[in-house]
């Protein structure tokens, strides 16, 4: 009895500590305080994206200490880890957006921001082309804007290895308009093979759900699809129960290659259960409107071509380097040999130059492109900058006091050499910032039918599990990491509104 008592007293003071948790959050994103403007004095920083890298620097970054001009063609920060919910409706693609005004303008110093897509970055110039790539345009559309230091974080486009077909037929899945795609085109295929006199062939064809490329995406995208349809299409749509199917494409032995063996092996044997077939070994070499062509080796030992129909494609097989990437990279000698994006040391400061950083996915520093890896080099990043405007600032302090000690009387120059000391000290504590280490906390991926895996790093081993439990662990991880509490409350309630009402079938 007295155990209960305990047990309702903890639960009943967690739940008011996290509604005043809640209450906080929702009352500091209201009410931002004053800002200074920003110093056109000060050094101009451009952040170049507002992903990832780019938003865990701004997040850290004291704005105080440069004239901080952030770029970007889309006014909003991506929670992508949630962006495979977002194409059957489990979340509201909203839900996992965060406007980059929201957060900046509670920066101690005011940063601007510009809508628009850098085209090119002149380094010998110190200049960003800009493009105001949005529907509505005003007299001026494009412009320059110079910069001191530039943090280019532009993230990856989606690669497609100059396959045919690729770009035109197939949808992608790595922005909101991507995922908003993939939702309308799986109720469209669902409700164009039932429109009256439909050939078997053709229904068939339209309600078969093709995922290209066994990564973390193309696994995750193909859970989410499979939960659709069994928990909600199935209800809803019964005549389309028996032929609609999910496949799997991937050219190499095995999804998920960056997981463990048990977990690989789970996944797979997950799949079978849900329905998901997984086609291995099968290389996509051209797309048609209406199916793929895919090479896998027979039997024999042969290589055989196959004609695989779809009603949806979604390509999902990594990433590539951005166009304004590759021009830069041109431009630099020492990133001659840089083929996956650009080549950085362990500052994260682009080989062959002095004032140029990269993060992200379009960074190349030994480590994969993930969420992970691109936030804790932000964060990075931005140590590194508050640092120096301190070591700046300093020096700029024992400039001006080792003038004044040479104008000095002489028994006012034992304070100031004092002073001196004390400053030379600071300055070695300033200077003692260590290069980028990556710390890996684990890879989590959800595999549908409320499982997940994850390899986990803990204390001085591995933890590598798969399972319900792990689904709700994937969700508290993902559910804690959401940009602000504004998101959190918001994809709390879309996975209570999907559990009790289903997920929404209309097509927008
Ligand atoms: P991004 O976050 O892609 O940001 C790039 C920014 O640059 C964007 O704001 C873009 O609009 C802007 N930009 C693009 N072009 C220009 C230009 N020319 N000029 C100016 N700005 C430009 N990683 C994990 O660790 N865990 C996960 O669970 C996970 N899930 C994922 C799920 C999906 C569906 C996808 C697609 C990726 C996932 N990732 C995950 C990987 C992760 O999203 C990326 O590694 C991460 O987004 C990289 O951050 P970034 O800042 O380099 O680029
Ligand atoms: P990926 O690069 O991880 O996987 C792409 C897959 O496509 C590869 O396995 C490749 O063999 C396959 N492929 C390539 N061309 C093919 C073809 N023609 N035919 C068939 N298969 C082909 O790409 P993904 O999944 O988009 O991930 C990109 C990055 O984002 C990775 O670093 C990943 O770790 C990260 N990410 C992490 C997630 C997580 O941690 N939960 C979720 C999503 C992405």
């Known amino acids: 009895f007295r155990f209960f008592r305990w047990a309702w007293r903890a639960t009943y003071l967690s739940a008011i500590a996290g509604l005043v948790y809640t209450g906080y959050g929702i009352y500091e ?16 920083l451009v952040i170049l994206g507002s992903g990832w890298g780019a938003v865990s620097l701004l997040k850290k970054l004291d704005t105080e200490n440069y004239n901080v001009i952030v770029i970007s063609p889309r006014n909003y920060f991506l929670f992508t880890p949630l962006l495979p919910s977002c194409t059957t409706g489990t979340i509201e693609h909203r839900s996992i957006m965060e406007p980059v005004r929201n957060f900046l303008r509670h920066k101690k110093a005011a940063v601007k921001f510009y809508e628009a897509e850098a085209t090119k970055i002149d380094y010998a110039k110190k200049v960003v082309y800009i493009n105001d790539e949005s529907e509505v345009k005003g007299a001026t559309s494009s412009t320059e804007v110079p910069f001191d ?3 280019v974080g532009v993230g990856a486009e989606n690669a497609t290895f100059g396959i045919p077909g690729v770009r035109e037929h197939s949808c992608f899945l790595k922005e909101v308009n991507d995922a908003q795609r993939i939702r309308k085109r799986i109720m469209d295929c669902c409700e164009t093979a039932t429109f009256k006199d439909q050939s078997p062939e053709e229904r068939k064809r339209l309600l078969h759900m093709v995922v290209v ?15 659709f349809f069994e928990n909600d299409l199935k209800t809803w749509m019964p005549e389309i129960a028996d032929e609609f199917k999910v496949t799997l494409v991937e050219a190499l032995p095995s999804v998920l290659p960056m997981f463990s063996k048990q977990l690989i092996d789970y996944t797979e044997q997950t799949f079978k259960e849900e329905t998901i077939e997984i086609r291995t070994k099968t290389m996509v070499k051209n797309v048609t409107k209406d199916y793929i062509e895919a090479e896998y080796v027979g039997a024999d030992g042969k290589k055989v071509m196959e004609k695989i129909p779809y009603g949806l494609l979604v390509w999902a097989t990594g990433n590539a380097v951005r166009p304004v990437v590759k021009d830069l990279m041109s431009q630099i000698p020492a990133q ?9 040391n362990e500052y994260l400061v682009v080989k062959g130059t002095e004032n140029v950083w990269a993060v992200g996915d379009c960074a190349v520093a030994n480590y994969a492109p993930t969420a992970q890896v691109a936030a804790q080099e932000g964060a990075f990043l931005a140590r590194l900058f508050n640092q120096m405007a301190k070591t700046e600032e300093i020096e700029a302090e024992l400039k001006s006091l080792s003038v004044a000690q040479e104008t000095a009387p002489k028994d006012a120059r034992d304070q100031i050499f004092a002073n001196i000391k004390d400053l030379q000290k600071r300055l070695r504590r300033t200077n003692s910032m260590g290069p980028f280490e990556y710390s890996h906390q684990g890879s989590l991926a959800y595999i549908g039918s409320e499982k997940a895996v994850a390899d986990i790093s803990w204390l001085t081993g591995n933890i590598a599990t798969g399972g319900t439990v792990t689904y709700f662990f994937w969700r508290s991880a993902y559910l804690s990491m959401c940009f602000s509490t504004r998101n959190r409350v918001l994809v709390l309630m879309d996975w209570i509104k999907a559990k009790t009402f289903g997920r929404d079938v209309s097509r927008e």
Do not use: I, S, Y
């Open 29 to 44: 994103m209201k009410n931002p305080g004053d800002q200074a403007e920003p110093d056109p004095t000060k050094k101009t």
């Open 213 to 227: 490329g066994g990564g973390p995406t193309g696994v995750e995208f193909a859970g989410e699809l499979q939960d």
């Open 336 to 344: 001659a040999d840089a083929r996956r994006g650009l080549n950085v």
């Open 149 to 151: 230091m530039l943090v």
